[in-house]
């Protein structure tokens, strides 16, 4: 196995379309044109494990500043799931990112059986994968997650809410902000209301 960083739109268009559309629901997915113009920008990297030639997944980082990103999507193409690869994709970048400190969100159970069994499995995968759980969850366009990081350390939240609203607010407006990103969603606060991704 080897990782590549994804240098191409076309390509960037093509794994877009062929596997973070089949991965993510499309209130969790963000607009292509958002992710293109990050990696414009320099402060996005896309990184695929590939084998003999095939993309067996991909991950997706923001970086910000001070030594902390976050990890915006880890996804494995579905012919290679629960065969390692996740773990592995994962692994690979969080040593290239040695030192610092990444966040991770995932999807919050939801009271809904037919929903939270996959919910579970993939805070389990994190969990197994050396995750450490932040003690606050995030609304993001209506949608509740849980807060991860892999850090040397266990950090403060304060540390951690900080970076976190940094990382968002350098992608979209003030006003895109407060409407649909809370970080950190306070104990018992309703979400805002769900909506796409806005292309702000």
């Given at each position: 196995?080897?990782?590549?960083?994804?240098?191409?739109?076309?390509?960037?268009?093509?794994?877009?379309?062929?596997?973070?559309?089949?991965?993510?629901?499309?209130?969790?997915?963000?607009?292509?044109?958002?992710?293109?113009?990050?990696?414009?920008?320099?402060?996005?990297?896309?990184?695929?494990?590939?084998?003999d030639?095939?993309?067996?997944?991909?991950?997706?980082?923001?970086?910000?500043?001070?030594?902390?990103?976050?990890?915006?999507?880890?996804?494995?193409?579905?012919?290679?799931?629960?065969?390692?690869?996740?773990?592995?994709?994962?692994?690979?970048?969080?040593?290239?990112?040695?030192?610092?400190?990444?966040?991770?969100?995932?999807?919050?159970?939801?009271?809904?059986?037919?929903?939270?069994?996959?919910?579970?499995?993939?805070?389990?995968f994190?969990?197994?994968?050396?995750?450490?759980?932040?003690g606050?969850?995030?609304?993001?366009?209506?949608?509740?997650?849980?807060?991860?990081?892999?850090?040397e350390?266990?950090?403060?939240?304060?540390?951690?809410?900080?970076?976190?609203?940094?990382?968002?607010?350098?992608?979209?407006?003030?006003?895109?902000?407060?409407?649909?990103?809370?970080?950190?969603?306070?104990?018992?606060?309703?979400?805002?209301?769900?909506?796409?991704?806005?292309?702000?």
């Amino acid at each position: 196995m080897n990782l590549r960083i994804l240098t191409s739109r076309e390509e960037l268009r093509e794994l877009y379309e062929t596997d973070l559309k089949r991965a993510f629901p499309p209130e969790e997915l963000k607009p292509l044109s958002a992710m293109e113009r990050l990696m414009d920008n320099g402060v996005y990297t896309v990184y695929l494990l590939e084998e003999d030639g095939q993309r067996l997944g991909e991950l997706l980082l923001l970086r910000g500043s001070d030594g902390f990103g976050l990890i915006d999507y880890l996804a494995v193409c579905e012919e290679y799931r629960n065969r390692g690869a996740g773990a592995e994709l994962l692994r690979r970048c969080l040593k290239a990112y040695d030192g610092q400190v990444l966040l991770g969100e995932s999807e919050a159970p939801t009271g809904d059986p037919a929903r939270d069994g996959l919910i579970h499995r993939r805070l389990g995968f994190y969990e197994r994968n050396n995750a450490r759980c932040a003690g606050y969850d995030c609304g993001e366009f209506g949608v509740r997650y849980k807060t991860l990081y892999w850090a040397e350390e266990n950090l403060p939240d304060s540390v951690l809410i900080r970076h976190h609203q940094e990382l968002y607010r350098s992608q979209f407006t003030p006003e895109t902000y407060e409407r649909y990103i809370q970080i950190p969603l306070a104990e018992g606060e309703a979400l805002k209301p769900c909506a796409p991704w806005a292309e702000k």
